[in-house]
């Protein structure tokens, strides 16, 4: 069973990718939280870095659901395993998975790092032929 902050962790993405809203999930964050992922060079950082992460990866999606999968947890961190399903702005689908670790302090995160599937969003050309 997930602890109280990876549960509402996982619960408020899942309303953030509902409702486009990500002031929810900015509010889970330390004032100097540090956000990345693998597009990134430099971690983002605090709440304002929150924000613009969340907003960028909504952005990148016309439509976005996750599916977490599995939870590991241990001495004030979570990794969370998850399955994305959703559309891209051109109309594709995109199916995705990846792990995020989360840490936490005082109820807060104050670390947010996720891996994933980044072949999933290079276009393949299905015409053609390997050399």
Same mark, same amino acid.
């Given at each position: 069973?997930?602890?109280?902050?990876? /549960? $509402?962790?996982?619960?408020?993405?899942?309303?953030?990718?509902?409702?486009?809203?990500?002031?929810?999930?900015?509010?889970?964050?330390?004032?100097?939280?540090?956000?990345?992922?693998?597009?990134?060079?430099?971690?983002?950082?605090?709440?304002?870095?929150?924000?613009?992460?969340?907003?960028?990866?909504?952005?990148?999606?016309? $439509?976005?659901?996750?599916?977490?999968?599995?939870?590991?947890?241990?001495?004030?961190?979570?990794?969370? /395993?998850?399955?994305?399903?959703?559309?891209?702005?051109?109309?594709?689908?995109?199916?995705? $998975?990846?792990?995020?670790?989360?840490?936490?302090?005082?109820?807060?995160?104050?670390?947010? $790092?996720?891996?994933?599937?980044?072949?999933?969003?290079?276009?393949?050309?299905?015409?053609?032929?390997?050399?």
């Amino acid at each position: 069973m997930a602890s109280e902050i990876a /549960e $509402r962790f996982m619960q408020t993405l899942q309303q953030v990718e509902e409702t486009g809203d990500v002031e929810m999930l900015v509010a889970m964050f330390t004032e100097d939280a540090k956000l990345s992922n693998l597009a990134m060079l430099e971690p983002l950082s605090g709440r304002d870095g929150a924000r613009h992460f969340w907003q960028k990866y909504l952005s990148v999606f016309e $439509r976005i659901h996750s599916k977490f999968t599995n939870v590991v947890e241990g001495d004030g961190t979570a990794v969370l /395993e998850w399955i994305s399903h959703g559309t891209l702005p051109t109309g594709k689908p995109i199916n995705y $998975r990846g792990v995020s670790l989360i840490e936490t302090a005082n109820g807060q995160v104050c670390h947010f $790092r996720t891996y994933y599937d980044s072949a999933a969003f290079v276009p393949h050309n299905t015409h053609e032929k390997p050399e």
